[in-house]
Protein backbone atom coordinates (compact mmCIF):
# COMPACT_ATOMS: atom_id res chain seq x y z
CA UNK A 1 0.00 0.00 0.00
CA UNK A 2 1.04 3.57 -0.34
CA UNK A 3 1.49 5.29 2.47
CA UNK A 4 2.54 8.98 3.28
CA UNK A 5 5.10 9.11 6.59
CA UNK A 6 5.41 7.42 9.00
CA UNK A 7 2.91 4.14 10.02
CA UNK A 8 3.11 1.19 12.34
CA UNK A 9 3.37 -1.97 10.32
CA UNK A 10 0.79 -4.72 10.39
CA UNK A 11 2.58 -6.97 13.36
CA UNK A 12 2.73 -3.79 15.23
CA UNK A 13 6.54 -4.51 16.12
CA UNK A 14 7.70 -1.91 13.59
CA UNK A 15 7.19 0.88 11.36
CA UNK A 16 6.60 1.25 7.53
CA UNK A 17 7.61 4.56 5.77
CA UNK A 18 6.02 6.58 2.31
CA UNK A 19 8.55 7.32 -0.59
CA UNK A 20 8.66 10.93 1.08
CA UNK A 21 10.68 9.64 4.14
CA UNK A 22 13.48 8.50 1.60
CA UNK A 23 13.27 11.21 -0.45
CA UNK A 24 13.58 13.49 2.60
CA UNK A 25 16.22 11.11 4.58
CA UNK A 26 18.80 11.62 0.84
CA UNK A 27 18.33 15.11 0.21
CA UNK A 28 19.59 15.66 4.37
CA UNK A 29 22.11 13.69 3.66
CA UNK A 30 23.27 14.32 0.42
CA UNK A 31 22.88 11.05 -1.15
CA UNK A 32 21.26 9.51 -4.11
CA UNK A 33 20.53 5.97 -3.08
CA UNK A 34 19.77 3.54 0.31
CA UNK A 35 20.60 -0.16 0.14
CA UNK A 36 18.56 -2.10 2.78
CA UNK A 37 18.50 -5.75 3.19
CA UNK A 38 16.93 -8.26 5.94
CA UNK A 39 13.73 -8.57 4.12
CA UNK A 40 13.19 -11.51 1.58
CA UNK A 41 12.66 -10.13 -2.17
CA UNK A 42 10.73 -12.40 -4.53
CA UNK A 43 13.57 -11.38 -7.19
CA UNK A 44 16.54 -10.99 -4.76
CA UNK A 45 16.06 -7.18 -4.97
CA UNK A 46 13.72 -4.63 -5.43
CA UNK A 47 13.55 -0.81 -5.91
CA UNK A 48 11.03 1.56 -3.74
CA UNK A 49 10.52 4.80 -3.89
CA UNK A 50 11.50 5.94 -7.34
CA UNK A 51 14.79 3.86 -7.74
CA UNK A 52 15.90 5.75 -4.64
CA UNK A 53 15.80 2.88 -2.01
CA UNK A 54 16.82 -0.82 -2.96
CA UNK A 55 16.31 -4.15 -1.05
CA UNK A 56 18.92 -6.67 -1.88
CA UNK A 57 17.90 -10.07 -0.06
CA UNK A 58 21.45 -12.51 -0.67
CA UNK A 59 19.77 -15.92 0.22
CA UNK A 60 18.21 -17.68 -2.73
CA UNK A 61 14.93 -20.12 -1.34
CA UNK A 62 15.14 -18.70 2.01
CA UNK A 63 14.75 -21.68 4.57
CA UNK A 64 13.69 -23.75 1.73
CA UNK A 65 10.07 -22.22 1.93
CA UNK A 66 10.04 -18.79 -0.25
CA UNK A 67 11.36 -20.33 -3.36
CA UNK A 68 13.16 -16.61 -4.44
CA UNK A 69 15.78 -15.62 -6.04
CA UNK A 70 19.16 -14.01 -4.35
CA UNK A 71 20.61 -11.22 -5.76
CA UNK A 72 23.89 -9.29 -5.11
CA UNK A 73 24.57 -5.60 -6.51
CA UNK A 74 27.61 -4.27 -7.71
CA UNK A 75 28.17 -0.10 -8.17
CA UNK A 76 31.02 1.12 -10.31
CA UNK A 77 32.93 4.07 -10.25
CA UNK A 78 30.25 5.85 -11.94
CA UNK A 79 28.12 4.34 -9.63
CA UNK A 80 25.95 2.49 -11.74
CA UNK A 81 24.72 -0.39 -9.85
CA UNK A 82 24.44 -3.95 -11.26
CA UNK A 83 22.94 -6.80 -9.94
CA UNK A 84 24.04 -10.60 -10.01
CA UNK A 85 21.21 -12.38 -9.65
CA UNK A 86 21.00 -16.06 -7.37
CA UNK A 87 18.30 -18.00 -8.93
CA UNK A 88 16.87 -20.77 -6.31
CA UNK A 89 18.20 -24.40 -6.79
CA UNK A 90 15.55 -26.45 -8.64
CA UNK A 91 13.91 -28.87 -6.04
CA UNK A 92 14.44 -32.60 -6.21
CA UNK A 93 11.35 -35.03 -7.14
CA UNK A 94 11.42 -37.97 -5.57
CA UNK A 95 9.69 -40.51 -8.18
CA UNK A 96 6.92 -43.25 -6.81
CA UNK A 97 6.55 -46.20 -8.42
CA UNK A 98 3.39 -47.35 -6.72
CA UNK A 99 5.04 -50.82 -5.72
CA UNK A 100 4.30 -51.99 -8.88
CA UNK A 101 7.70 -52.54 -9.80
CA UNK A 102 10.31 -54.28 -7.06
CA UNK A 103 13.45 -54.58 -9.85
CA UNK A 104 14.38 -56.93 -12.43
CA UNK A 105 13.75 -60.04 -11.77
Known amino acids: ?3 TGWSENNRGVSFTFGSDVVTRFLQKHDMDLI ?3 HQV ?3 GYKFFAK ?3 VTLFSAPNYCGEFDNA ?3 MSVNETLLCSFQILKPAEKKQTASLGGWFDGFN
Do not use: F, P, S, T
Open 51 to 53: RQL
Open 1 to 3: KDI
Open 35 to 37: CRA
Open 70 to 72: GAM
Open 41 to 43: VKD
